[in-house]
C-alpha cells in the first residue's frame, strides 16, 4: 500500500510524503523518542500491506479499530500513541490524517480530521 500524509489533492506528485510527518512527529519533542519505532513499524507493515476492505485491515492488525468511509485507528507503542488514516480501498493508498498522543487523540474527532 502506499502510505501518504494529509489530503489526497495534496499529495499526487510526491513519491512517499508520510515518512517525513511521521518522523517530524518523533523527532519534535524527546518525549516522543519512545514512539520511534513502533511507528517506524506500523509504516513498514502498511507499506507491505494490500487492504482492499476493512475487514482485511482488521485481519492484518486486531488492536485497530474501523471506523465508517474508510477511516482507521491504530494504537501505537501499547496504547500510548494513536494514528488516524483515512483508507482509499480501490487504490490502495492510505492516509495518514492524525498522529499523537492518545490524550491528544482523545481532543479531535476521528471521523471529521
Request: with cysteine; glycine share 4%; proline share 5%.
Amino acid at each position: 500500500m502506499l502510505v501518504r500524509f494529509g489530503c489526497p489533492q495534496k499529495f499526487d506528485q510526491m513519491r512517499d510524503p508520510a515518512t517525513h510527518p511521521l518522523k517530524a512527529f518523533i523527532s519534535r519533542s524527546t518525549m516522543y523518542a519512545d514512539a520511534r519505532e513502533p511507528v517506524m513499524a506500523w509504516y513498514r507493515q502498511v507499506r507491505g500491506a494490500d487492504w482492499a476492505t476493512p475487514a482485511d485491515v482488521k485481519r492484518a492488525i486486531r488492536s485497530a479499530s474501523i471506523l465508517k468511509d474508510g477511516r482507521a485507528v491504530f494504537n501505537i507503542a501499547g496504547n500510548e500513541y494513536r494514528i488516524v488514516v483515512w483508507n482509499n480501498y480501490p487504490y490502495r493508498v492510505v492516509y495518514v490524517r492524525f498522529i499523537g498522543t492518545h490524550r491528544k487523540y482523545d481532543r479531535i474527532d476521528a471521523q471529521s480530521v
